[in-house]
């Protein structure tokens, strides 16, 4: 069975960064794609960044090109995701999921995590 277990969520002036973690179990898959997705308030759930287990490729949403870095460690099973000169419109609870689409797409995903809520203060 996969777990994904999401930590690193916290409050944070603007300008300010995080570092979110995704530990992940069960994969018995040898490709994958693993990546974040959040949600704010009466918002949908959007795409983040995804990377491919299989040639590392990484994937952003427009909103955090340049901002937001997303890196894997195979040895820990352990999906990180680099925040950086966050904004308050980046508030919102921060999912891990995986699944095998290489897309910005939550419908693509076949297993979360439980969220993390990231907060960022103006």
């Known amino acids: 069975e996969v777990q994904l277990q999401a930590s690193g969520g916290g409050l944070v002036q603007a300008g300010g960064s995080l570092r979110l973690s995704c530990a992940g179990s069960g994969f018995t898959y040898p490709d994958y794609v693993i990546g974040w997705f959040r949600q704010a308030p009466g918002k949908e759930r959007e795409g983040v960044s995804v990377i491919s287990s299989s040639d590392g490729s990484t994937y952003y949403a427009d909103s955090v090109k340049g901002r937001f870095a997303i890196s894997g460690d195979n040895a820990k099973s352990t999906v990180y995701l680099q925040m950086n000169n966050l904004k308050p419109e980046d508030t919102a609870v921060y999912y891990c999921?995986?699944?095998?689409?290489?897309?910005?797409?939550?419908?693509?995903?076949?297993?979360w995590g439980k969220g993390t809520q990231v907060t960022v203060s103006s």
């Open positions: 999921a995986a699944g095998f689409d290489v897309a910005l797409i939550p419908d693509g995903m076949d297993y």
